[in-house]
């Protein structure tokens, strides 16, 4: 090949990857540039491997807008970082589409089937049929027979953490392993919903080994296996991971810890556990679940949406087919909207009087039909356990030994603390 042949080659190519670095569909939001075959993800891994979602939040600052555009290989993305647009996304229909990829399709011998990953519908059908059966069995409002089933897991999770019951692999010592305490107590009280079953206390140590092994895989960020092993029991593993996460809290702010207890004491004494018919009266020990949601956001970018049609997003256009994915972390963190973000302070969702704000602005099951459709279980969930712990124990880190770093969660599908061993102190 000639000098003069190879030179017009070079540019040539050089031309075309500047078109296909600097292409976008017109009116599309500000962004990084593209290379071929990683479009934009190669510059957010270099910004930030281990939470590379955070770049986002910075890349904001860079381009001046809150709605971000660019490309995740040869799909064009757009990320909302602000509590409009998100809600925006959230409760849109034409935003309410899935991704169809291999790994979605794994679960399912090749086909669109289930809730979680389908839309469309099909979907729709689904989710209704779901939603209607789940409600039965005590998903979306009261049930007084899984209600008694939780108080029961409870019981057994006190009475290990005290140490009258023995189960030396999570309690020994005086020190309890968290959160690998918890596993037994969320998965029975799920599969008393989907299943009408329990395992039995002698079975414990299986559904730990089972909780253990599904963090690995959520940790490992490895979707295929997750997908694998369905949505229900990493569930469990998401509310033991947010109980670790409040009491990790509750020890860096004693001062929070303490008005929740006189709380509990104050409302429901120390003869009987805390009740769904006290939470009501317990607007503190509830902020402090929604703060600890807050400043931790389990799922910083949520699962990702699909736009089903041409449309626009607070003035941007957005094509059909385009991912839109849900920074809830960076909304969660944002010192526009909450004024001081890095503080844990559950007074923010109290009102003058101290009673809860009938708005929640945090986001941590979504939004909208997409909205998770065990919220209302988890949230019954973690506010019985939370509350009953707090009401029966307090916490201090063995001696010498630091406390988990609020700031460093070990990333993954959901970001998590370690595993570690702490004092749980009865309290007099």
Known sequence: MSPVLLLAVIVLLGVLLYRHAVSRPPNFPPGPIRLPVFGSYL?????????????LDKMTLKYKSKILGFYIGSLPTIVACDYE????????????????????????????????????????EQRRFALRHMRDFGFGRRSKTLESQIEREIRDLIDVMEG???????HKNGLTYLPDILYPGFMNTILAVLMGMRFSRDQDEKLRILGNKIMLFQRSDDQLLLIAIDFFFPAATALSTTITQVIIYMMHYPEVCRKVQMELDSVVGRNKL????????????????????RRTTLTPISVPHRAIKDTYLKGYFVPKNTVMITHLWSMHMSKEFWGDPEAFRPERFLDENGFLKKKDLTLPFGAGKRLCAG???ARNNLFLFFAAIMQNFNFQMPDGKALPDINNQIPGLIETPGEFWVQAIPRP
Do not use: C
């Open 274 to 293: 805390p009740t769904l018919d006290d939470r009501p009266s317990l607007p503190y020990t509830e902020a402090t679940l929604r703060e600890a949601m």
């Open 164 to 170: 009258s019951r023995r189960a030396e692999k999570v």
């Open 43 to 55: 510059q957010l891994l270099i910004g930030n491997y281990a939470y590379h979602y955070r770049i």
């Open 85 to 124: 647009s998100i809600k925006e996304i959230l409760l849109r229909p034409e935003f309410q589409g899935r991704i169809d990829s291999i790994i979605t399709r794994t679960r399912a011998l090749g086909k669109k089937l289930g809730v979680f990953f389908v839309d469309g519908p099909f979907w729709e």
């Open 375 to 377: 919220e209302t279980f």
